[in-house]
Structures are given as C-alpha cells and as structure tokens.
C-alpha cells in the first residue's frame, strides 16, 4: 500500500511468519507511524518500534516480532 509522502509497504506471510518491505520514492525522508508493532530490520539491523524513519530513496526489509 501507499505510505504518506510517496512510499510504499508491502506485506507478507511466511513460513518465517509476517514481513514487511518498505521501500521510499523520494529525494527527501519520510516517516511511517508503526503503532504497537515491532520489527526486526533486516537490511539495517536493530529494533524497529513506534516510527520508521526512511532516508531519501531507502528501503527496508521488517520482520515481526
């Protein structure tokens, strides 16, 4: 799905359980608000909770925890 200022999320579920790539189309950061989820990020490393910041043309690629 769309995300605000012209990023996308998709996700999925595995036999690895729920994941989530997020991938941002802009020359500037965007922010996405998470809620109560939380992530592994696997391209970054580290937790994700309660917003993700992603830099100009970034990705990330979130598992669930």
Do not use: K, Q
Not at 7 to 17: H, P, Q
Not at 34 to 58: H, M, P, Q, S
């Amino acid at each position: 799905g769309a995300l605000p200022g012209g990023g996308s999320a998709r996700a999925w579920v595995g036999r690895g359980g729920r994941a989530v790539r997020v991938m941002n189309f802009n020359a500037r950061p965007v922010r996405a608000e998470l809620g109560e989820a939380r992530y592994d990020d696997l391209l970054g490393g580290g937790l994700i909770e309660g917003v993700l910041e992603l830099e100009a043309y970034g990705a990330r690629l979130l598992t669930a925890r």
